[in-house]
């Protein structure tokens, strides 16, 4: 089987958009795939963060991991800092990389838009992501399109590497997101929905009351027309939340459509919150019986044990090839 890598950073909670574009992703690979997640508190760090804080969401996410379907049996549930082959392939990595081709990534740029000076962990933020997918020799690597830059970053320090050493690393392949699963902000779906945006209707978090759902569906911008029709260039917010209904519903965009010619947003809406909360319903009942339990501490301690494992195999014939250690 194709061994597949992904992980999510703990800071804050997970949001519908996070949920559709990858968690969704990863129910679906475990089946035919062997699958590594991650909760990724290493990247967390080139931002300031409250260590207490910041060990709760590495717990929290790894619950809605468990809470949304992946599978500790079929898959490799585990904290990155747990295994320490990420920070040792990061260095060696970084040696092989150029900050020419660092300060081109367009996510650095805009993270460290109009400061004079920028934390080094943010500018080789996407070195670390390369040794995350490359310790585990990594097939596939399903992400958002907005990461593309970072797997091609990822690709061309592998293949550096391999032309000039004996070939030390599997070179990874993108699974990007069709453009109908993006899920953009609801009250400006012109922006990818985000957990760090100021307004908290913006966005739906996986753990969010129905109130709340009910609330930021029924705020969701859209337009003045009225019609429930799928043009995202000309009505990019309807749009946006038609691929929400669609994708938690299993309906079509046409079948939408059809459902709701002649009628107005409202009821669109109205119907969207129904589906919406009984869709995350049984996610929240499963995070809130798993979050304060042993069960999660024995799962992700015998996820770090099962990826060291694989990573002591992979850091062995990196330092071989780099003539490191005795």
Request: some cysteine.
């Amino acid at each position: 089987m194709k061994r597949v890598f992904s992980g999510v950073q703990p800071t804050g909670n997970i949001h519908l958009g996070n949920y559709l574009g990858a968690l969704k992703q990863f129910v679906e690979l475990q089946e035919d795939h062997e699958c590594l997640y991650c909760i990724v508190d290493m990247h967390a760090i080139t931002l300031p963060q409250d260590p207490k804080e910041l060990k709760e969401h590495i717990l929290d996410v790894a619950s809605l991991y468990l809470a949304v379907g992946v599978d500790p049996k079929k898959s490799i549930v585990f904290v990155q800092s747990d295994v320490p082959g990420h920070a040792e392939l990061s260095w060696i990595l970084t040696c092989n990389s150029y900050t020419g081709e660092l300060s081109r990534m367009t996510q650095f740029k805009a993270k460290s838009k109009n400061q004079e000076s920028a934390p080094t962990g943010l500018f080789t933020y996407p070195v670390l992501m390369a040794a995350d997918i490359l310790l585990y020799d990594t097939d596939v690597v399903p992400v958002g399109n907005d990461q593309k830059q970072h797997i091609e970053l990822c690709r061309d320090i592998a293949t550096r590497i391999n032309n000039t050493r004996k070939k030390t690393f599997v070179i990874p392949e993108g699974r990007y997101l069709k453009e109908g699963a993006r899920i953009m902000a609801l009250d400006d779906p012109t922006q990818k929905m985000s957990k760090s945006a100021e307004n908290i209707h913006s966005r739906i978090s996986l753990l969010d009351e129905p109130s709340k759902i009910k609330k930021s569906i029924m705020k969701a911008t859209t337009d003045s027309e009225g019609i429930v029709k799928f043009d995202v260039e000309n009505k990019p917010g309807i749009s946006n939340l038609m691929n929400i209904y669609s994708v938690l519903s299993g309906k079509s965009l046409d079948e939408l459509e059809k459902e709701y010619d002649g009628k107005g947003y409202g009821d669109f809406k109205k119907d969207l919150v129904e589906v919406t909360v009984e869709a995350l319903a049984p996610i929240k009942a499963r995070y809130e019986e798993i979050r304060h339990s042993d069960e999660l501490l024995e799962i992700l301690r015998d996820g770090a044990e099962r990826a060291n494992a694989i990573s002591v195999k992979t850091m062995k014939r990196v330092k071989e090839n780099f003539g490191l250690g005795l």
